[in-house]
């Protein structure tokens, strides 16, 4: 097999590659054994303890391999990293390759049905490229949740290599850029097992690859319906518009439910700039995701019930069959946390690796932002009949098109979808807020509301109406204009116009002050939002402020 894929793969969710030099010195030098023996359990606990992973020892960050240079003792206690500093012991396989005439030390990790911790007691899963800590509260949760992720792992008695599609193999592969064979590009994805010479195909490889997926797996397709009006009607009454079966291997899947949604996504206009703009009812983003989502983690265990997607006048609904897999709770998802737990481990990773899923954990934060940016309704999420997953995602337009053109001014300073929510507020009563109503408007405490609005205040986008104040102002070209600035420092904005800054020095003179009294007077600028200080003690000057937007 060709390694040398281990030289310019991306760092990720499912692969990770560490140096056995330190190099942070004028010359690089060796690193201790045991610390590189700590890097590996902690990457591979990691690793299982989300889904699974590679990781290549002896390659450098940039990518160059350099190899594992220990004796066979100090190797010895890198290979037993695994099983000694990792509680209960990782099953994790290792091999030898040669990478460009170097002998490069690769370890692979699958998923795990128990949950991982490390010796110094610390549980950590696997988020994106970082290996995070693993909440305590989460642990039983977490075990519950991978016990039951063996669906997809179930070997399908029956199926052939010669029953996959040997073309989406062949994009795959491409897409990977692996020089593999079919076999063996399963193989390398967990997808199939080698049992007396021949090799025994998961249920992901025939959901992934199958010419004919529903010849194993009755409801592996999509339903599209579309409704008339806002419900569901039935018999005489019967409302649907159209109805289409959408079938296929899962990329096949996404793709062609793609194709059959788009065309009944209709366009609206929005005024911008005094010219019409062309926006579809629902973000792109938003309603693909929702569905990429639901092909990738529903419950392939439960064969009853296909997933649905219902499209009314008002709404799009993306229904899955399954629960929720823990640690992910209704809850995380409705306050936007980052949060990754995959029922099905292997088609995450290969749907991950052919571009339909980005970093995990991030999707329903971004479906969040992306309807809030359009001024809709941010997206809803139920459990429906105890088994079903839904997502609802709203046309409604909750800010007025003013509002929304009014937010655009804001847009270079990347806001949460919060902070835009507390702007579009305060443009609603006058341009001014408090820390309470801001509480009471997005559900959050009075820590977290300080400091969204303390980051509002240093980006110059807001400000309080008067010092010592609870009554928060938007700082816009509109109310600088209206705001009056000191005769003492209209006295000094020649110097400022002249230099980009004013010194204390600059205010003696100008002003004939003395050294306190020019500090005290600097003070009051600055909170003005006239004057923003930079550096320190003698080296102190100050610099136009936030309220002096295009100041001269």
């Given at each position: 097999m060709d390694w040398t894929w281990l030289l310019t793969q991306e760092e990720g969710q499912f692969y990770e590659r560490k140096s056995c030099y330190d190099r942070s010195g004028k010359r690089p030098k060796r690193?201790?054994?045991?610390?590189?023996?700590?890097?590996?359990?902690?990457?591979?606990?990691?690793?299982?303890?989300?889904?699974?992973?590679?990781?290549?020892?002896?390659?450098?960050?940039?990518?160059?391999?350099?190899?594992?240079?220990?004796?066979?003792?100090?190797?010895?206690?890198?290979?037993?990293?695994?099983?000694?500093?990792?509680?209960?012991?990782?099953?994790?396989?290792?091999?030898?390759?040669?990478?460009?005439?170097t002998r490069i030390l690769i370890f692979e990790v699958d998923w795990s049905p128990e949950v991982h911790q490390l010796s110094d007691g610390r549980y950590l899963m696997r988020i994106g490229d970082k290996n995070m800590p693993f909440p305590a509260s989460n642990i039983e949760a977490g075990k519950a949740g991978k016990r039951r992720r063996i669906t997809e792992s179930r070997l399908v008695?029956?199926?052939?290599?010669?029953?996959?599609?040997?073309?989406?193999?062949?994009?795959?592969?491409?897409?990977?850029?692996?020089?593999?064979?079919?076999?063996?590009?399963?193989?390398?994805?967990?997808?199939?097992?080698?049992?007396?010479?021949?090799y025994v195909l998961s249920l992901a490889a025939i959901l992934l690859f199958a010419r004919d997926p529903l010849r194993w797996h009755p409801t592996c397709y999509i339903a599209f319906v579309k409704w008339e009006g806002t419900d569901r009607r039935f018999g005489t009454e019967l409302?649907?518009?159209?109805?289409?079966?959408?079938?296929?291997?899962?990329?096949?899947?996404?793709?062609?439910?793609?194709?059959?949604?788009?065309?009944?996504?209709?366009?609206?206009?929005?005024?911008?700039?005094?010219?019409?703009?062309?926006?579809?009812?629902?973000?792109?983003?938003?309603?693909?995701?929702?569905?990429?989502?639901?092909?990738?983690?529903?419950?392939?265990?439960?064969?009853?019930?296909?997933?649905?997607?219902?499209?009314?006048?008002?709404?799009?609904?993306?229904?899955?069959?399954?629960?929720?897999?823990?640690?992910v709770t209704l809850e995380h998802l409705r306050r936007r946390e980052r949060i990754h737990a995959s029922r099905n481990p292997r088609i995450v990773r290969v749907l991950t690796?052919?571009?339909?899923?980005?970093?995990?954990?991030?999707?329903?934060?971004?479906?969040?932002?992306?309807?809030?940016?359009?001024?809709?309704?941010?997206?809803?999420?139920?459990?429906?009949?105890?088994?079903?997953?839904?997502?609802?995602?709203y046309n409604t337009i909750i800010y007025p098109p003013e509002t929304i053109r009014w937010l655009q001014q804001f847009q270079k300073y990347d806001l949460t979808p919060n902070q835009r929510r507390l702007l579009a507020y305060a443009h609603a009563h006058g341009g001014r807020f408090t820390s309470r109503a801001y509480q009471k408007l997005?559900?959050?405490?009075?820590?977290?509301?300080?400091?969204?609005?303390?980051?509002?205040?240093?980006?110059?986008?807001?400000?309080?109406?008067?010092?010592?104040?609870?009554?928060?102002?938007?700082?816009?070209?509109?109310?600088?204009?209206?705001?009056?600035?000191?005769?003492?420092?209209?006295?000094?904005?020649?110097?400022?116009?002249r230099k980009g800054?004013?010194?204390n020095e600059d205010i003696r003179k100008a002003l004939g002050l003395s050294i306190s009294?020019?500090?005290?007077?600097?003070?009051?600028f600055v909170k003005l939002g006239l004057l923003t200080p930079q550096g320190e003690k003698k080296g102190r000057q100050y610099v136009p402020g936030p309220q002096l937007i295009n100041p001269f």
């Amino acid at each position: 097999m060709d390694w040398t894929w281990l030289l310019t793969q991306e760092e990720g969710q499912f692969y990770e590659r560490k140096s056995c030099y330190d190099r942070s010195g004028k010359r690089p030098k060796r690193r201790n054994a045991r610390e590189v023996a700590r890097d590996v359990a902690e990457t591979l606990s990691a690793m299982a303890n989300a889904d699974e992973g590679i990781l290549a020892v002896g390659i450098e960050d940039g990518g160059t391999p350099t190899g594992v240079p220990y004796p066979e003792k100090r190797l010895h206690t890198i290979l037993e990293a695994p099983r000694r500093l990792v509680s209960p012991p990782l099953k994790a396989q290792h091999r030898w390759v040669e990478v460009d005439n170097t002998r490069i030390l690769i370890f692979e990790v699958d998923w795990s049905p128990e949950v991982h911790q490390l010796s110094d007691g610390r549980y950590l899963m696997r988020i994106g490229d970082k290996n995070m800590p693993f909440p305590a509260s989460n642990i039983e949760a977490g075990k519950a949740g991978k016990r039951r992720r063996i669906t997809e792992s179930r070997l399908v008695s029956g199926a052939t290599i010669e029953d996959l599609d040997f073309e989406l193999l062949n994009a795959f592969q491409t897409k990977v850029n692996l020089a593999l064979s079919p076999e063996d590009l399963l193989h390398h994805f967990r997808l199939v097992e080698k049992r007396n010479e021949h090799y025994v195909l998961s249920l992901a490889a025939i959901l992934l690859f199958a010419r004919d997926p529903l010849r194993w797996h009755p409801t592996c397709y999509i339903a599209f319906v579309k409704w008339e009006g806002t419900d569901r009607r039935f018999g005489t009454e019967l409302n649907v518009i159209k109805r289409k079966r959408i079938e296929g291997p899962l990329p096949v899947l996404i793709e062609e439910t793609f194709r059959t949604i788009q065309p009944h996504i209709r366009e609206r206009q929005r005024l911008v700039d005094l010219f019409f703009e062309e926006r579809f009812e629902y973000p792109s983003f938003a309603w693909q995701e929702a569905i990429i989502n639901a092909v990738a983690h529903r419950d392939y265990a439960l064969e009853g019930t296909p997933i649905e997607i219902w499209l009314f006048d008002n709404r799009m609904e993306i229904r899955s069959p399954g629960k929720l897999v823990e640690p992910v709770t209704l809850e995380h998802l409705r306050r936007r946390e980052r949060i990754h737990a995959s029922r099905n481990p292997r088609i995450v990773r290969v749907l991950t690796e052919w571009g339909f899923m980005r970093e995990l954990g991030e999707g329903i934060p971004r479906m969040h932002e992306v309807m809030e940016r359009e001024g809709l309704k941010p997206p809803e999420f139920n459990m429906e009949a105890g088994s079903i997953f839904a997502v609802f995602l709203y046309n409604t337009i909750i800010y007025p098109p003013e509002t929304i053109r009014w937010l655009q001014q804001f847009q270079k300073y990347d806001l949460t979808p919060n902070q835009r929510r507390l702007l579009a507020y305060a443009h609603a009563h006058g341009g001014r807020f408090t820390s309470r109503a801001y509480q009471k408007l997005v559900g959050v405490d009075i820590y977290t509301a300080s400091l969204d609005i303390k980051e509002l205040i240093r980006k110059g986008i807001v400000k309080l109406s008067k010092p010592r104040g609870r009554v928060y102002e938007i700082i816009t070209e509109e109310t600088i204009s209206r705001t009056e600035k000191p005769p003492e420092f209209k006295a000094l904005e020649s110097v400022l116009r002249r230099k980009g800054y004013i010194k204390n020095e600059d205010i003696r003179k100008a002003l004939g002050l003395s050294i306190s009294q020019a500090r005290r007077l600097a003070q009051r600028f600055v909170k003005l939002g006239l004057l923003t200080p930079q550096g320190e003690k003698k080296g102190r000057q100050y610099v136009p402020g936030p309220q002096l937007i295009n100041p001269f």
